[in-house]
Structures are given as structure tokens and as C-alpha cells.
């Protein structure tokens, strides 16, 4: 195999048509990109995807929108419209996956829906995302990675027992559903390929992937009626689980998920004493004897600086790691050493921007960020001019800039 073979990208030649918006979509599409995937993503000229409009913006340029949407080519199409029903049909019939997140119903008025697309491209699989799902009594209601949530049971057990529940700071619904959406879509490839090339519908609501990540609340209930309830940061099957104040105000993370952990920290620490607690003797006891054991663990952090801690419990091979803000991220030697963070030069923010790059390590094919997201409709000219054949002069009847 020669070198060029073995540096081409794992999904090189996977066209993908991205009709979503906002973030679950988007984030699929993101890891498609970050393989390879030729992803062209449709926007409304009139401002294109809000989320450009999301969060913190450095000179009016949305940051956030940097990142999810990097990799993949801006279009422009009114959707609403003839030709750009006709451009996206076009697009549609050379491509292998379209994804889109609009509420049910939306695309079938348009003649988008899989229905339609599939009689322009009988392979084509198309991913729809929707709050609630296709089916089922709430299949119309407006929903949301905020509304997954709270519907999913994680805000319900997110907390501490005194408190009311928490839902999330970020967008944990969107966020879990766009890498199940991207599990979903390579299923789906790799069923096309080897079972005859007809492609199908992938219907996922939001809640769905966060309702199979809470873990075995559906089965303690089930054979326990066992409601799980709120305990802040500690883990209810495995303790000690916490976050710890050491005592230069830092915070630090310890997790004794075995028991051979749990003795190393307790060595780390200077408390073999604990080990010889009944109390303590295994995770079930010390489950038990959670308030103590862990009020034992603070006393002697906070004696300890946290470069302390973790200088000891490093020797120990006890499993602990600082509760770290983004800037310390950014700068851990690990971080560092394994290339999470990568840099690309941007037009749009006036030079370099770091972002998290694509994670995993594939041995041949790796990921890689080519790209920040682009200005709006950067990509019109390549599309539709060089890809689908339109003239320029069609293109401007239709009000759509070339750049």
C-alpha cells in the first residue's frame, strides 16, 4: 500500500447533505467531517443556520458555530422555494446521507422528506432528528436537547439531595444525540453496503441516546422499583466517588472504583487505617458508610495542597485527577502530548483559532480539523456552479451570491 492510500481519510468520498440546524444535526455531521465526509451544509440565505447566533461571538462571528461546523462546505438555499427544492434534489441524487432536524411534517410540505428523496436516490439514507420522534402521541411537539433532559430522567437525578434538580450548562441532549446520530449513520452505511445497496430512514428522538446513557435506572426500577434520587457528585455503586477541597482551595476528583484503588488511595494518603475499617471493607460496606468514609478522605485533603495530592496518589496508582477549568485543560501535558486541542488559520476571526481536535486515534486514517466553519454560503460557487452545473446567470436570477 503506498503512501497516498494509506493518508486518505476513512470516509473520503461519503457525500453527506446537511439540512440541519442548531446542534444535535450538526454535531453528527461534525464527526462525519472530521473522517472525511464531503459534508455540504444548507443554509437559509437570510442569516443562514442560528447557530451562528449562539453563544459568545468575537467581532460579531459566532464561535461556536466555528467549531461544529468546520469541515463542511456553507451553501445557500431558501428552501421554500422551487430552485432550491430542485438544488437540493440535485445534490440529494449524488449523495449518501442527509440528515436533517426539522419537526415532523415540515420537510414533507417542501417535498423533502424521505419519501421524495428517495425516489431521486434509492440508496440515500436520511437521518431526521426530532425532539420526540416520528411516531407516537408526541411526535408534533416541539422539542429540544433542553427538554430531553428533563424527559429522559437526567435532570431528575441531577443534583444534590437538599436541592432541586439540575438540568445541564451545555447542550448534554444535543451532545449525546449527535454522536449517537453518527453511530447511527455508519450502521446504516455499513448495512447498505453489504446487503444490496437500498438505503432507509434513520428516526431518532433527542431523548433517546440520553435515556440509554443514564445506565441501569430502567432495570433497578424494574426488578427493585427503585427510584434513583439526587446525591450530588457522588457515584451511588462505587465509593468513595467525589469531588474533594484540598487545602489551598483546589479541587480535586477521587474515584475508588475497585478495590485495589480504594486501598491505594487510602496508601497515597497515609490512611492504611481506612483499609482496616469494617466499615470500609468493600464497596458494598463502605456504599453503606458513604458519609463517613468520605468525611474521612476530606480531613486529611485538606492538609494536603493539591500538587500534593497528586504527587502522592500518582506514586500510589490511585485514581485521582484535578477538577480542571478549560485553561487547565488546555495547557495539561497530557492534553498537550496526545493533540486534543489543534490549531487552523481562519479569514473570518483574522488568524489562528484552536479547537478540540477530532477525538480518537485511528493507526492509518486519523481525523483531523481542516477547517473552521465557513461564512455563510462560502462554498455557493463550488456547489452549485461546479458541482451541480448551474450558470451563474440562474444563480443570480435566484438571488443567491457567488462571492
Known amino acids: 500500500m503506498n503512501d497516498e492510500q494509506t493518508a486518505r481519510m476513512p470516509l473520503e468520498g461519503v457525500r453527506v447533505v446537511d439540512m440541519s440546524n442548531y446542534l444535535a444535526g450538526p454535531l453528527c455531521t461534525m464527526y462525519l467531517a472530521d ?40 451553501v445557500t438555499l431558501d428552501l421554500r422555494t422551487p430552485f432550491g427544492v430542485e438544488a437540493v434534489k440535485k445534490l440529494v441524487a449524488g449523495a449518501d446521507v442527509v440528515v436533517e432536524n426539522y419537526r415532523t411534517g415540515v420537510l414533507e410540505k417542501w417535498g423533502l422528506d424521505y419519501e421524495n428523496l428517495k425516489e431521486v436516490n434509492h440508496a440515500v439514507i436520511m437521518l431526521s432528528i426530532t425532539g420526540f420522534g416520528r411516531t407516537g402521541p408526541y411526535k408534533n411537539r416541539p422539542g429540544f436537547g433542553s427538554l430531553a433532559e428533563a424527559f429522559a430522567g437526567f435532570s431528575h437525578i441531577n443534583g444534590y439531595p437538599d436541592g432541586p434538580p439540575l438540568s445541564p450548562s451545555w447542550g448534554l441532549g444535543d451532545c449525546s444525540t449527535g454522536i449517537g446520530a453518527a453511530f447511527l449513520v455508519m450502521t446504516a452505511l455499513l448495512e447498505r453496503e453489504r446487503r444490496g445497496g437500498a438505503g432507509q430512514q434513520i428516526d431518532l428522538a433527542i431523548y433517546e441516546q440520553l435515556l440509554t446513557m443514564l445506565g441501569p435506572q430502567v432495570i433497578y426500577y424494574d426488578q427493585l422499583d427503585f427510584i434513583q434520587g439526587r446525591s450530588g ?37 497515609g490512611r492504611e487505617d481506612l483499609i482496616a475499617d469494617p466499615r470500609f ?71 489562528p483559532v484552536r479547537m478540540q481536535e477530532a477525538f480518537g486515534k485511528l493507526s492509518r486514517t486519523p481525523g483531523k480539523v481542516r477547517h473552521a466553519g465557513e461564512p455563510l454560503g462560502r462554498s455557493n460557487r463550488e456547489v452549485l456552479v461546479d458541482r451541480l452545473g448551474y450558470s451563474e446567470e440562474k444563480l443570480e436570477q435566484e438571488g443567491i451570491d457567488l462571492g
Not at 281 to 305: F, G, H, W
Open 35 to 74: 473522517y472525511g465526509a464531503d459534508v455540504v451544509k444548507i443554509e437559509n440565505p437570510r442569516g443562514g443556520d442560528p447557530m451562528r447566533l449562539w453563544g459568545h461571538n468575537k467581532n460579531g462571528v459566532g464561535l461556536y458555530y466555528k467549531m461544529i461546523n468546520r469541515n463542511k462546505k456553507s
Open 233 to 269: 457528585s457522588r457515584l451511588e455503586f462505587a465509593v468513595p466517588r467525589n469531588n474533594f477541597e484540598t487545602k489551598d482551595g483546589q479541587w480535586v476528583l477521587i474515584a475508588g472504583s475497585n478495590q485495589s484503588i480504594f486501598e491505594n488511595i487510602c496508601k497515597g494518603l
Open 281 to 351: 471493607a468493600d464497596n458494598r460496606e463502605r456504599m453503606k458508610n458513604a458519609d463517613a468514609i468520605e468525611d474521612e478522605l476530606q480531613k486529611t485533603l485538606k492538609t494536603l495542597t493539591l500538587d500534593e495530592v497528586m504527587e502522592r496518589l500518582t506514586e500510589f496508582d490511585g485514581a485521582a485527577t484535578p477538577i480542571n477549568s478549560v485553561k487547565m485543560v488546555m495547557e495539561n501535558e497530557q492534553v498537550v502530548a496526545r493533540g486534543n486541542i489543534t490549531e487552523v488559520q481562519d479569514a473570518e476571526l483574522g488568524g
